[in-house]
């Protein structure tokens, strides 16, 4: 007979629809309990038991042995021991921020997902950026492709769309990830060089594999060197699948577009931004969102019927290829927005653990073979660097949605699970927890409909390796072409093996001659007349390398607007950081009218002087200095002003650095503006002042509102071939 213990219960499951829909702040909630504030505390063990004296080790006299008895001097030091995780075994470097997603409008016409519904409805995320290649210590301003991970908190669980913000990735099949990244990685001989491309291993892997042409494409050009985290696109990269509330599914794409548009440096100011600031993406976004400037982005769909799965020149499920917007429009659907800094870099930018099998009802995957292979592998390398099965309690993990399962114990369990049940079915716990119906947002896996051989092979459309990195380079200005040949002229110049060189020369003409030409001409090679030999070397034992080649099917888009960042966002100042030149005798009325304009437009301006401390002003006031010429330099800034005042520009002009500072701006195609005596400047900086805003009388509205226009344009490219010649 059952006792009355063991006998089912009537408990019926909580559905979520029902409960009150978490507010945004609920994350934030949660974190609260595991805050510490030592304002105003005593010192204590971790124990709790107060410390008096944190200065001196027990001892047998002041010039004694220590003594093993110390507890607090061994916890302390235990602690410290262990104070370091592996890091990330690629993304190692990023910084992230809290934030929060709305959906414009109900999204039931493509997705059943809760927090695609309601466009009241705020949902906590957490967003981290990263650089792939570097440690943890290395330059945000690495030639790289940025992660770009959010984690969104909803009311059905955890949901990440961990993506990059490049849409296309190196390699079709997860198989050969890991010799991608052992490639990239620096060479494990000398462990050299730290957090780039341009070496040996990494050119010879990417010379012998044609599928990763497109995304080559992408990482040579600016795109890799992101002005701002703020600044960039992201990508779900995958095709994924949304299922709607009668179990229709489409085939997606996902996309952000920033709103402050897409903009980079130039790798000449990568170079020296990394010497000048490696945290420079890090910092920036820690500052914008200090001062209140939240950056913001669209999400974006693309979404594809089923039906139409093939009718494209490019297989969906290949990662190297994207859906031109020409074909598939992106629909803006929501927005995400930044704003509030972690409280602790180790606890949550850290310690957050991204998943793309992380998903929620009425999103699910395609048979993509790399996203596949991602479905593996986050959890895996996860129990490495978090240390056992239970990191997912860590606060930044943790899901607002609860928590009930039969998962117990290992490594720093923090639930205390109640009862003598931890298995299903059960009698013994009422049959708790319950499997959730389709009514109470279990999630039901979409049944694909499947037939075929067990094979390891992939899509034929999947050997088009060149057509859509030829729709990159046609899709580009001139000045981005110009960059993106002088990229590969970098990277290919820091070969050595000169047979590294020619092959991806070889390659490359598959692309475009007139690219391969102009990058040889910089290697001092020829473009080969035809291919010789083998492209494609990514090639099982005994197949027929033959059928291996590369193979060219014919694209619908010829040019896409949407590939080129000529065609971004170009219609704001905000956030821009423009540095005002000055030096004792600057005219205060100057800075004071051009500050006063920039801080009305949302820039930042600087005063950028020889010395700290303060500036006597020609008036005799007294204007504060940000940063020393020794500390900054123009690469840290969006832009230049130089206000007149006769003793402060005579001083400048015969500064080298602040010389250098004019130059530089000038060379990497910055705005910049000179008012009264700041001409002076230009003219020892052996600057043209007609590629520049003058004016001899002094600052004016007009004035400041032509330099915030320059500066919203972001760069001046048509003055590049020229600036080149500025010695800087
Ligand atoms: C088979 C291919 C791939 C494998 C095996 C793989 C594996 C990994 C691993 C092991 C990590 C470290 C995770 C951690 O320690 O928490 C990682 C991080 C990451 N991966 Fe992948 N990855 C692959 C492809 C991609 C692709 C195609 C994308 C972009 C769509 C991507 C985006 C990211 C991002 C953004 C992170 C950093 C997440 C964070 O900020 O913590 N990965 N990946």
Redesign the pocket.
């Known amino acids: 007979m059952p006792t009355e213990e063991s006998r089912p219960t009537d408990k019926s499951p909580r559905p979520r629809a029902d409960r009150a829909a978490a507010p945004d702040t609920v994350k934030q909630e949660a974190l609260e309990p595991f805050r510490e504030d030592a304002d105003g505390q005593l010192l204590t063990t971790d124990q709790g038991l107060r410390i008096n004296d944190d200065q001196n080790s027990l001892k047998v006299s002041p010039r004694g042995p220590s003594l093993l008895e110390d507890f607090i001097l061994r916890e302390k030091i235990t602690h410290f021991d262990h104070e370091r995780i592996p890091e990330?075994?690629?993304?190692a470097r990023?910084a992230a921020a809290h934030g929060y997603f709305q959906v414009y409008k109900s999204l039931s016409r493509y997705t059943k997902a809760a927090f695609l519904q309601d466009p009241s409805k705020k949902t906590p995320i957490f967003v981290?950026f990263?650089t792939v290649a570097g440690s943890r210590g290395s330059t945000d301003l690495a030639r790289d492709v940025r992660?770009?991970?959010v984690k969104f908190y909803t009311d059905e669980g955890n949901f990440d769309l961990?993506?990059?913000n490049i849409p296309v990735?190196f390699i079709q099949d997860?198989v050969k990830?890991p010799d991608l990244i052992h490639a990239v990685k620096p060479e494990p001989h000398r462990e050299i060089p730290q957090a780039a491309s341009a070496h040996d291993t990494f050119w010879d892997f990417i010379s012998l594999m044609p599928e990763s042409t497109h995304m080559i494409m992408w990482v040579m050009s600016d795109r890799a060197i992101p002005r701002s985290y703020r600044m960039m696109e992201g990508?779900?990269?995958?095709t994924f699948r949304l299922v709607d509330g009668k179990g229709t599914t489409r085939f997606v794409k996902f996309h952000w577009k920033p709103l402050l548009g897409v903009h980079s440096v130039l790798w000449d100011e990568a170079l020296k931004i990394s010497g000048k600031d490696p945290d420079f993406h890090r910092r920036d976004l820690w500052e914008a969102i200090e001062a209140g400037a939240y950056p913001e982005w669209e999400l974006g769909l693309q979404v594809i019927e089923e039906a139409d799965e093939h009718k494209f020149g490019f297989d969906l499920l290949d990662?190297t290829k994207i859906v031109p917007e020409e074909l598939v429009p992106v629909e803006r659907v929501g927005r995400l927005t930044l704003d509030r800094n972690p409280d602790n870099f180790f606890a949550e930018t850290e310690q957050?653990?991204?998943h793309p099998g992380h998903v929620v009802p009425g999103i699910d995957f395609t048979d993509d073979p790399?996203l596949q292979?991602?479905l593996f592998?986050?959890t895996d390398?996860?129990l490495l660097?978090l240390g056992g099965p239970n990191f997912h309690e860590i606060p930044i993990n943790r899901p607002v949605a609860e928590i009930h399962n039969n998962q117990r114990d290992g490594l720093m369990r923090q639930t205390i699970n109640r009862g003598r049940v931890a298995y299903h079915p059960n009698t013994l716990g009422g049959g708790c927890p319950m499997q959730a119906g389709r009514a109470a947002a279990g999630f039901v896996t979409y049944p694909e409909a499947i037939s075929g051989q067990k094979v390891r092979e992939r899509g034929e459309k999947f050997f088009d390796h060149f057509s859509q990195a030829t729709l990159f380079w046609n899709s580009q200005s001139d000045p981005e072409k110009q960059h993106i040949v002088q990229a590969l002229r970098f990277e290919l110049g820091k070969v050595e093996v000169l047979t590294i060189r020619e092959r991806m020369v070889g390659v490359l003409a598959q692309v475009d001659r007139t690219l391969a030409g102009m990058v040889a001409e910089g290697l001092g090679l020829t473009v080969p007349a035809k291919v010789d030999g083998q492209l494609n070397h990514s090639v099982p034992a005994d197949a027929d390398p033959k059928k291996f080649q590369p193979i060219h099917l014919k694209q619908k888009v010829a040019n896409s607007q949407a590939l080129s960042m000529a065609n971004t966002v170009k219609d704001t100042a905000k956030t821009r950081k423009v540095a005002i030149l000055a030096a004792d005798g600057v005219e205060e009325d100057a800075v004071g009218t051009m500050q006063r304009a920039l801080t009305a437009a949302g820039a930042i301006s600087k005063i950028v002087a020889p010395h700290g401390g303060t500036l006597e002003g020609a008036g005799g006031g007294e204007v504060p200095v940000d940063f020393s010429l020794l500390t900054v330099g123009s690469v840290l800034f969006d832009a230049v002003f130089i206000p007149g005042g006769a003793p402060s520009t005579r001083a400048l002009a015969g500064d080298a650095s602040a010389v250098l500072f004019v130059r530089e701006a000038y060379k990497h195609c910055k705005a910049i503006a000179a008012s009264g005596t700041g001409l002076a400047v230009l003219e020892a900086a052996e600057i043209d002042a007609q590629d520049v805003l003058t004016r001899r009388e002094g600052v004016t509205a007009q004035m400041a509102e032509a330099f915030l226009k320059a500066i919203a344009q972001h760069r001046d490219w048509s003055r590049e071939t020229k600036a080149q010649k500025v010695p800087a």
């Open positions: 990330r075994v690629v993304h990023g981290r990263s992660g770009f991970a961990v993506g990059n990735f997860a990830f990508f779900g990269v995958h990662p957050v653990a991204f790399l292979g991602r592998s986050y390398t996860q660097r």
